[in-house]
């Protein structure tokens, strides 16, 4: 998670009338309706643990092999209400949305967890690149269940 996509986030949000973020000392910039944090993948989640988990989107780009097991089993634990995955890889996207859906079920230590899940609730494919055989592809999650 790098701090030029935080940059760029910030532009954003600025070109889309959000309120202008605070230039705090770390790399977290909050607004009233939106923070961008920036750190590495194996600890974002330490984090944001002040953030309400069925309230909390997380968007997540991953290079192309994917997600690491341990970031889907953070992942798990925060138990975000909505996850955006965007993919360039749809069969690394497919393998790691069913881990996600089977850790969800099952817990990271393997134990049941009854009545929550992730449905899927959008999934499309963008052809970016027409030339090529590549295609971007982004699913939207909700937790669902008790």
């Not at 600890?43 to 290079?63: A, C, G, L, Q, R």
């Not at 089977?102 to 052809?127: A, N, P, V």
Request: hydrophobic share 35%.
């Amino acid at each position: 998670i790098s701090a030029d996509s935080i940059a760029s986030a910030r532009h954003n949000a600025q070109l889309n009338s959000l309120p202008p973020p605070a230039s705090p000392p770390h790399p977290t910039i909050k607004t009233k309706s939106i923070t961008f944090s920036a750190g590495k993948s194996e600890s974002i989640f330490d984090s944001v643990s002040d953030f309400p988990p069925e309230k909390t989107v997380v968007i997540i780009d991953p290079p192309r092999k994917g997600c690491d097991k341990e970031f889907l089993k953070q992942l798990v634990q925060f138990k975000p209400g909505r996850l955006v995955y965007v993919s360039c890889n749809v069969h690394t996207q497919a393998r790691d949305l069913g881990d996600l859906i089977r850790m969800i079920g099952e817990g990271t230590d393997g134990s049941k967890i009854s009545g929550q899940t992730y449905i899927i609730e959008s999934l499309r494919g963008f052809d970016l690149f027409p030339q090529t055989a590549h295609v971007e592809s982004v699913a939207v999650l909700r937790l669902a269940g008790s």
